[in-house]
């Protein structure tokens, strides 16, 4: 790893450590009872298949998505390298079996060969510094036949529509005041961060797809992310409606 991304990287770990204790208020971060969960969980079922697995959840952050895969019956380590992201998902779960928390770097897990029946993250590829490097080290802890499930989005671009949606955001904003919990509350570090990632002029899943065949994987599938944004807009306000229509997301599911 040369300088310039140990620089980053503790960059990036700074910026999530810092918003670990609000995180969950931000739009789009906590995974609710109710409409959102069951949408969640379907789409993670519709990969990873009714059976409950041993899976590595790369990124926990507090533990949102850890929650499904414990819902859905899994047994699940969640790793992430913000020890303050990681204090708030253990004591969200202090009472949940079947759940271990790691102090590790996603990118390079530490975690034995053929160890894990499915890896699972959800906005963490766009964050690479070494994605390549990443995508290889996930192949080597899955099992043969093991799943890789990946959430994510091109953060960079809004879509046509997201275009209208931002603007009529901001008008809110004029209106009613900013939300001090949205990204935007620390958006000139994030865009700091963003110029020097990999991904930082946005993830496609065209660019990604060449990656994850190198790394190793097969049968890849790219399915919508619509369903969890329509769950998201039945329980949100008018602001957050509009931010569930700014950017394309996609998820990803291969094979080793």
């Not at 879509?159 to 008008?171: C, D, E, H, N, Q």
């Not at 797809?209 to 969890?228: C, M, N, Q, Y």
Request: hydrophobic share 40%.
């Amino acid at each position: 790893m040369d300088g310039r991304n140990h620089h980053l990287k503790e960059d990036i770990r700074e910026y999530w450590s810092k918003r670990s204790e609000t995180f969950d208020l931000a739009f789009g971060h906590r995974i609710p009872p109710g409409p959102e969960l069951e949408a969640w969980a379907a789409a993670v079922r519709r990969s990873l298949g009714n059976e409950p697995l041993k899976v590595l959840e790369l990124a926990c952050g507090t533990g949102e998505v850890t929650n499904v895969l414990l819902s859905l019956g899994h047994e699940v380590t969640a790793l992430d390298f913000s020890e303050a992201m990681l204090n708030v998902a253990r004591r969200k779960h202090a009472r949940r079996k079947r759940v271990r928390f790691i102090l590790a770097d996603a990118e390079q897990t530490m975690e034995p060969d053929a160890s894990y029946d499915a890896v699972v993250c959800r906005h963490l590829v766009w964050t690479l510094t070494e994605p390549e490097q990443a995508l290889a080290d996930w192949c080597r802890v899955l099992k043969p036949g093991g799943k890789l499930l990946i959430f994510d989005g091109d953060w960079a671009r809004p879509t046509p529509v997201g275009k209208f949606a931002s603007y009529a955001i901001r008008l809110i904003d004029r209106l009613s005041g900013i939300d001090p919990h949205y990204d935007g509350a620390m958006s000139d570090r994030h865009q700091n961060i963003m110029a020097w990632l990999p991904f930082g002029e946005g993830l496609t899943v065209e660019r990604l797809k060449p990656l994850v065949e190198a790394a190793g994987f097969e049968d890849i599938e790219i399915s919508s992310h619509r369903p969890i944004a329509a769950a998201q807009r039945k329980t949100a306000n008018l602001r957050n409606r509009l931010r569930t229509l700014l950017y394309r997301r996609f998820i990803l599911s291969c094979r080793r």
